[in-house]
């Protein structure tokens, strides 16, 4: 120690009016060891040799002050949302008005189902099924002209006027009423979707071929005015026919049928049909349709900022992975995740964990708050939170160590098919065997 204080000794002694405080304070300085104890130094002596202090900075590796925090980004004004139609459940319905020429009132539409995320993905459910706006009655001409088949010969005094005229007019209309009425007119079947038939106009009856018979389509959530209208173009019936199309078995189900009707739905602006088509182009439908997250990023951005809370979701995992083309951006990303946290999706819950742990976009690295949104998420389903879960109980990161509830995560994700989590698990239950002493 005293070996390494005569060089410092010597030099302030040697420079020209060098204070024994100086001295002191060089004394000091040299027997600073850490980052934290220079800071300390520098505070307590601010008038002192800064060459000094850089110097001894240097020697100690740089002592790099700790990095500025993250300033939030204040969300964006959010754009006034397209006109809400048919969510699916749990999601609130979401209705549009259609506008008709007709006197009455039209009945309010059937919410346009929204199909779930993939995993977990329950099952529809059974809608009410929507039909057109009533035509109006035709008005009936009721009005006779005072003319029209009156005799308008003298009428005898002795004849009451009165019923004269009464005879006169009534003889008329009585043969009016005599005439046969016209036939009706021959009316087409309803049309039906491929494969299928109306068993039941009036009650909306599907009945779909199977195999040499044919069996009743419960919850089809269309009617015959549904095709007739998609047919015309109408977008909420396109909706709905799409999703028909792509919830039902074969082989009535044709998800390129369904792809053609979101399309045209989504083009015209129903935000329930963007984020089921969305769907359709994130995940694939195996022999059918390729996965492509260039399609549906922009279709997941529609129906996020038209009020679909599952959208948000997805948007902002697509910001914060920069998937189809999306920009990595963690700050929007964090918006719309929690935009959507309320909604208790999963996938949200997974990447809010993320976010936590890691100390993203204004948040500080919190281990406990990132485990817990993590059970949430794996309680939930996802079986990337399961995997993650085992890890934090393994590791007794944000948690209290637990093996056994390690091995238990572990052992649910490899089930949903984690192969990270199947080769943990292995790993765990894989004894290990010691060297015997002296070997």
């Not at 459940?89 to 549009?96: E, H, S």
């Not at 009936?140 to 005072?146: A, D, I, Y």
């Not at 989504?266 to 996965?291: S, T």
């Amino acid at each position: 120690m005293f070996r390494r204080l005569i060089p410092v000794l010597v030099l302030l002694a040697a420079a020209p009016g060098v204070s024994r405080a100086q001295m002191a304070g060089g004394l000091r300085l040299e027997s600073v060891e850490t980052c934290a104890q220079l800071t300390t130094f520098t505070a307590r002596n601010p008038g002192f040799d800064g060459a000094m202090i850089a110097a001894k900075r240097e020697a100690l590796g740089g002592c790099a002050p700790p990095p500025p925090r993250i300033t939030p980004r204040p969300a964006p004004a959010r754009a006034a949302p397209a006109p809400r139609v048919r969510p699916h459940a749990p999601n609130p319905p979401i209705a549009r008005t259609v506008p008709t020429p007709a006197p009455a009132p039209p009945p309010a539409p059937t919410p346009v189902p929204v199909r779930p995320p993939p995993a977990p993905r329950p099952l529809p459910s059974t809608i009410t099924p929507r039909l057109n706006a009533p035509t109006s009655t035709p008005r009936l001409n009721t009005t006779v002209s005072p003319t029209v088949g009156l005799n308008l010969a003298p009428v005898d005094a002795s004849e009451s006027l009165s019923a004269a005229i009464q005879a006169r007019v009534q003889a008329p209309i009585v043969a009016a009423a005599a005439a046969p009425e016209p036939e009706p007119v021959a009316t087409l079947p309803p049309s039906a979707p491929s494969g299928c038939r109306w068993a039941s106009v009036a009650d909306a009856v599907l009945e779909c071929g199977e195999g040499s018979g044919w069996r009743v389509v419960e919850g089809a959530n269309i009617t015959p005015d549904t095709v007739d209208a998609a047919a015309r173009g109408d977008a909420l019936a396109m909706a709905n026919l799409g999703y028909f199309y792509e919830v039902q078995p074969a082989p009535i189900g044709d998800r390129a049928e369904a792809i053609r009707q979101y399309r045209g739905a989504a083009d015209r602006g129903v935000a329930a049909a963007q984020y089921n088509l969305a769907l359709l182009y994130d995940a694939g439908v195996p022999g059918e349709v390729q996965p492509d997250p260039d399609q549906a990023y922009p279709l997941f951005r529609k129906a996020a900022e038209a009020g679909i809370v599952p959208a948000m979701g997805r948007l902002g995992e697509y910001l914060y992975q920069g998937w189809g083309g999306a920009p990595r951006d963690d700050r929007e990303a964090r918006l719309w995740l929690e935009r959507a946290g309320d909604g208790g999706d999963p996938r949200v819950q997974y990447y809010l964990a993320l976010f936590h742990l890691d100390g993203l976009a204004g948040f500080k690295p919190d281990p406990m708050a990132a485990a817990a949104l993590m059970l949430t998420s794996a309680q939930g389903g996802d079986a990337r939170a399961m995997f993650r879960t085992g890890q934090n109980f393994e590791r007794g990161l944000g948690v209290g160590r637990d093996l056994g509830e390690a091995t238990r995560w572990y052992a649910r994700a490899a089930e949903a098919g984690d192969p990270d989590a199947r080769a943990r698990l292995a790993q765990l239950s894989t004894p290990v065997i010691r060297p015997m002493a002296g070997w």
